[in-house]
Nanobody, 120 residues
Framework: QVQLVESGGGLVQAGGSLRLSCAAS????????MGWYRQAPGKQRELVAA???????NYADSVKGRFTISRDNAKNTVYLQMNSLKPEDTAVYYC??????????????WGQGTQVTVSS
């Protein structure tokens, strides 16, 4: 089993900042890409940011210049620094990891989600 445990969500005023963390644990051989998705009520889940094991990043246009994704490979942890938050950033944020298990199988692992609410 692979588990992703998230932390750092909460309520913040527009223009404020939050830092999300997600630590992966379990039967992990390696982790390729990691990323953050978000889903607002009644809307599709969308990719916010992703990062490869080598550090290459990809961001949704709506968050470029405001959010920064990073990872600590030694800790199997990915972070999302969110600055200049807007009310439209309000959503449940989910951590994702593309995992190769210790048995050699591929696993698309997801965290439990953490609520981010940005007030105006």
């Amino acid at each position: 089993q692979v588990q992703l445990v998230e932390s750092g969500g909460g309520l913040v005023q527009a223009g404020g900042s939050l830092r999300l963390s997600c630590a992966a644990s379990g039967n992990i051989f390696s982790i390729n890409a990691m990323g953050w998705y978000r889903q607002a009520p009644g809307k599709q889940r969308e990719l916010v940011a992703a990062i490869t094991s080598g550090g290459s990043t990809n961001y949704a246009d709506s968050v470029k210049g405001r959010f920064t994704i990073s990872r600590d490979n030694a800790k199997n942890t990915v972070y999302l620094q969110m600055n200049s938050l807007k009310p439209e950033d309000t959503a449940v944020y989910y951590c994702n990891a593309d995992v190769i298990s210790g048995y050699g199988g591929f696993l698309d692992a997801w965290g439990q989600g953490t609520q981010v609410t940005v007030s105006s």
